[in-house]
C-alpha cells in the first residue's frame, strides 16, 4: 500500500511510511512544545532593519561598479548625468551586468556568512528571533539559509533580470509579471498560515520562533 502522503510504500498496517510517521511525530513535538512563533510585526521590523543593510550593500556595488567604468579624473555624479542624458548602450549594459553580478554575489557572501555562523540575519537577531527547520528544530546551515533567503528572493530577481537582457520582450515582461506575483504572495502567507510561514519558508520547510 502506498503512503497518502508521499507515495511511498507505508509501514505494515499503516497509511502512510516511516518518514512520513516521523515528520508527523516531529511536527506534533514542536507544535506542543515552548516554541513561540515570531509575530508578524517582529518579522516586518527584522525585514525593515535588512532592507537598510541592502540598502548599504547596493550602495558599496553602485559606487564600486561605477568607479571602475567612469573616468577618475572627471566627477562621479557629473559623469552618471551625462550617461544618462547621452545613453552609450553598450556601456549601460556592461554597467547593469556588473551591478547584478555584484550584488548577488554580496549578498550571498552576508547570507552564507550570517547563516553559517549566527543561524538567522542581522534583522532577526536585532528582533530576538530566529529561523528553524521546522521538522528537525535545528537552526538552518550555510546552504539551507542560502537556499530560503537567496534562491526563493533575490534568485528570482535575478532570473528576471537576465531575461531583461537576453529573452524576448513578451518572455521578459511575463517573467517580471511573474515575479512580481510570487513576491506579493510570498509575504502575504504569513498572515493567513497558522504557522505565519512565507512562501520562501514552505520552500525551505522553515518557520521563523522567537529566541
Avoid at 3 to 22: D, F, R, T, V, Y
Avoid at 56 to 69: A, E, K, Q
Wanted: aromatic share 6%; net charge positive; proline share 3%.
Amino acid at each position: 500500500m502506498s503512503c497518502l502522503q508521499c507515495g511511498m510504500e507505508s509501514l505494515p498496517g499503516s497509511k502512510i511510511c516511516l518518514n512520513c510517521a516521523e515528520a508527523s511525530i516531529k511536527n506534533y513535538q514542536l507544535s506542543n512544545s515552548s516554541i513561540k512563533l515570531a509575530t508578524i510585526g517582529q518579522r516586518a521590523s527584522a525585514l525593515t532593519v535588512e532592507s537598510l543593510i541592502w540598502m548599504v550593500i547596493i550602495g558599496i556595488v553602485v559606487y564600486f561598479v561605477l568607479s571602475i567604468n567612469l573616468s577618475p579624473h572627471l566627477p562621479m555624479l557629473e559623469q552618471l548625468g551625462n550617461l544618462i542624458l547621452t545613453p552609450k548602450k553598450d556601456l549601460l549594459i556592461k554597467i547593469a551586468i556588473q551591478l547584478v553580478v555584484g550584488i548577488n554575489l554580496l549578498s550571498i557572501i552576508y547570507i552564507g556568512l550570517m547563516f553559517q555562523y549566527f543561524g538567522t540575519t542581522i534583522g532577526k537577531l536585532c528582533l530576538g528571533i530566529t529561523i528553524i527547520n521546522q521538522k528537525s528544530g535545528k537552526k538552518l546551515n550555510l546552504l539551507n539559509g542560502i537556499l530560503r533567503d537567496w534562491v526563493c528572493k533575490s534568485g528570482l530577481n535575478l532570473l528576471a533580470m537576465i531575461a531583461t537582457f537576453y529573452a524576448s520582450a513578451s518572455i521578459s515582461s511575463s517573467l517580471s509579471i511573474l515575479v512580481t506575483l510570487i513576491s506579493i504572495v510570498q509575504y502575504l502567507t504569513p498572515f493567513i498560515d497558522p504557522d505565519k510561514k512565507a512562501l520562501h519558508d514552505y520552500v525551505a520547510g522553515t518557520i521563523v520562533i522567537e529566541n
